[in-house]
């Protein structure tokens, strides 16, 4: 089992940043509107995930992780179907056979907190542990017992850059959670929770737009909203002066899901060339609102690509709505 759960962890586990993505993906869909991250040494040492959300009963902790597709996997000719299916319910037992591992939590309603310690996927035993209601999971020494995947980590500061721009991403995207971060033991970044609470997304406000990208960006861009046919684009695109502007600042988050779509991508380049005259790679945060039913979320879980029913109208809805905010500026 462990070597599946290892092999399965070659797709799930890249590096130190998408174990802090499903962790924190994990923590979020309990509910959680506060999210403490601490991390040692670019998150290869520690990724500790801290969160006030429901809480695991300890009776279901062996399951949560456990595989749940184990008996899918009939031979390794299956495994490339698995791999293009995505790893729901894989994340825990991929993460945990390739590290020290160990998650404590408490429901609400538990007299007492568990723990339960998994060593290179070797599982132990829950054992009661005092933890306020939520969850704490611990990754120790990623990939110890995978040398082969240890070898390509990079450099500190290089797993911290991809940790920090995933982070950029999901301030952007739920601005309705609290979210501490912390590296080497000194606290790094803090976004406050705003709005409704958790479950509730609000819109992006200025404030956390400007601690996640920093004023330059702020203070550089223009606003957009615009709906029409169902559609709603909102957010905050570079204005044409603005020429620090590179691929990685460029967000786009569709139904709240940060996406990487090649046909919106290529409307906002045409909108700037059109009105400027030149191809430059803008800078954006942009929020596209529409009918679940009509975009496929389900392409590629791990990829962050989406399948949109009526792309060509999506793609010329962004255009004209960009066109005519750059349009504007140039008057
Ligand atoms: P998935 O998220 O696809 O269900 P995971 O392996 O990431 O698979 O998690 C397995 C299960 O463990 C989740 O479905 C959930 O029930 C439970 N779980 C994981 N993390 C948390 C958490 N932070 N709080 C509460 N439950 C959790
Ligand atoms: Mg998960």
Known sequence: DTLINQIAAGEVVERPASVVKELVENAL??????????????????????????????????????????????????????????????????????????MSTRREDAEHGSVLEIDGGRVGEVMPRPHPQGTTVEVRDLFFNVPARRKFLRAERTELGHIEEWLRQLALARPDVELRVSHNGKPSRRWKGEGGGAGAPSLLSDTRLHE????????????????????????WIAQPAYNRASTDQQYLFVNGRSVRDRSIAHAVKQAYSDVLCHGRHPAYVLFLELDPRRVDVNVHPAKHEVRFRDSRLIHDFVYRTLHEALAGTRA
Do not use: M, W
């Not at 996640?212 to 550089?220: M, S």
């Open 29 to 102: 869909d309990a509910g959680a509107s506060r999210v403490d991250i601490d991390l040692e040494e670019g998150g290869v040492r520690l990724i500790r995930i801290r969160d006030n959300g429901s809480g695991i009963p300890a009776d279901e902790l062996p399951l949560a992780v456990s595989r749940h597709a184990t008996s899918k996997i009939a031979s390794l000719d299956d495994l490339e179907g698995v791999a293009t299916l995505g790893f729901r319910g894989e994340a825990l037992p991929s993460i945990a056979s390739v590290s020290r591992f160990s």
């Open 212 to 235: 996640t990208l920093g004023q330059e960006f702020t203070r550089n861009v223009l606003r957009v909203d615009h709906a029409a046919a169902g559609l709603r684009l909102h957010g």
